[in-house]
């Protein structure tokens, strides 16, 4: 499916292109990062711009601001790809998109960027989403994209527990062993950890300047435990000091990835202002998508 009558080359010049997407975490799909067996979501929607475009993947530098991990679903998900060409129109390359990628993943919002925005080193934080089911009975609605816990949880501990990660702080204990090309600097900045109910469901907020790889499940597994009244809230700053996983895993382990939702991708004013000339911002054909579709996000 090639673009007709959209785009024109631009002269010795190129242009950003930045994308706003949501996915469900499916057992097909091995998360964000590229790889093509199994595939990722960025695959999928590399093949989908290639497909359009027809330019080669070594020219579109597509790139995500989060590397979502397999199971874990995202509504503020943002990328952006490099183009030789001036768009005409944003909503036929949206419109091509979703007609090309597969029903659990879809473009949300497509704008032009200016060249010094980049979707991973650009964000100033990111904010996820961990949801918990804290009743007798799952609610079989929401199995999908929330963790059951039929063990009636301390909300008030967990609380207290979660403000101890709120600061700079090396996260070495609370990080695993990377398996892709990740190198990681274990000193992040959490900037909130709100836990919040809502009846039988539990939301636990963070926000961070960035997180390593399986914190936030790693943090919220210690979290469930302290709300058991397993462990005191005193254990986290007692792990952090450690720097090392060996020591939360004596306490607990990664908590499962279906209840993680990257709900946000937060940036500069700056680094959101539109190029001048630029088409105007596509949000859909019809424009209804305003909010997540998971349930209570």
């Given at each position: 499916?090639?673009?007709?009558?959209?785009?024109t080359?631009?002269?010795?010049?190129?242009?950003s292109?930045?994308?706003?997407?949501?996915?469900?975490?499916?057992?097909?799909?091995?998360?964000?990062?590229?790889q093509?067996s199994?595939?990722t979501?960025?695959c999928?929607?590399?093949?989908?711009?290639?497909q359009?475009?027809?330019?080669?993947?070594?020219?579109l530098?597509?790139?995500?601001?989060?590397?979502?991990?397999?199971?874990?679903?995202?509504?503020?998900?943002?990328?952006?790809?490099?183009?030789?060409f001036?768009?005409?129109?944003?909503?036929?390359?949206?419109?091509a998109?979703?007609?090309?990628?597969?029903?659990?993943?879809r473009?949300?919002?497509?704008?032009?960027?200016?060249?010094?925005?980049?979707?991973?080193?650009?964000?100033?934080?990111?904010?996820?989403?961990?949801?918990i089911?804290?009743?007798?009975?799952?609610d079989p609605?929401?199995?999908?994209?929330?963790?059951?816990?039929?063990?009636?949880l301390?909300?008030?501990?967990?609380?207290e527990?979660?403000?101890?990660?709120?600061?700079?702080?090396?996260?070495?204990?609370?990080?695993?062993?990377?398996r892709?090309?990740?190198?990681?600097?274990?000193v992040?900045?959490?900037?909130?950890?709100?836990?919040i109910?809502?009846?039988p469901?539990?939301?636990?907020?963070v926000?961070?300047?960035?997180?390593?790889?399986?914190?936030?499940?790693?943090?919220?597994?210690l979290l469930?435990?302290i709300g058991?009244?397993?462990?005191?809230?005193e254990?986290?700053?007692?792990?952090?000091?450690?720097?090392?996983?060996r020591?939360?895993?004596?306490?607990?382990?990664?908590?499962?990835?279906?209840?993680?939702?990257?709900?946000?991708?937060?940036?500069?004013?700056?680094?959101?202002?539109?190029?001048?000339?630029?088409?105007?911002?596509?949000?859909?054909?019809?424009h209804?998508?305003t909010?997540?579709?998971?349930?209570?996000?």
């Open positions: 499916m090639a673009l007709k009558h959209a785009l080359p631009l002269i010795n010049s190129k242009a292109v930045s994308l706003h997407l949501e996915y469900l975490a499916s057992p097909s799909i091995s998360g964000w990062q590229f093509v199994p595939p979501i960025q999928i929607v590399e093949k989908a711009l290639i359009i475009t027809k330019l080669e993947r070594e020219c530098h597509f790139v995500g601001a989060s590397r979502t991990d397999t199971g874990v679903h995202a509504w503020g998900q943002v990328a952006h790809f490099i183009t030789p001036n768009y005409d129109s944003l909503e036929t390359i949206h419109a998109l979703n007609g090309l990628l597969p029903s659990d993943i473009v949300r919002e497509i704008s032009a960027a200016t060249p010094e925005f980049h979707a991973r080193f650009s964000a100033k934080s990111k904010v996820y989403h961990y949801k089911y804290n009743d007798t009975i799952m609605f929401q199995r999908h994209y929330v963790y059951h816990s039929a063990y009636k301390n909300t008030a501990a967990m609380r527990a979660a403000k101890m990660f709120i600061g700079k702080h090396d996260f070495s204990a609370f990080v695993n062993a990377s892709n090309d990740r190198v990681p600097d274990p992040k900045t959490i900037f909130r950890f709100d836990v109910e809502m009846g469901l539990i939301q636990l907020e926000e961070g300047s960035g997180f390593l790889y399986r914190q936030v499940r790693n943090m919220v597994a469930i435990q058991k009244e397993a462990i005191p809230t254990i986290v700053p007692k792990i952090l000091a450690t720097l090392d996983r020591e939360l895993a004596k306490y607990a382990l990664s908590a499962p990835p279906h209840g993680l939702c990257l709900v946000s991708v937060k940036y500069n004013q700056e680094h959101l202002l539109l190029p001048s000339d630029c088409p105007t911002t596509s949000f859909g054909r019809h209804t998508i909010k997540c579709k998971l349930p209570f996000y």
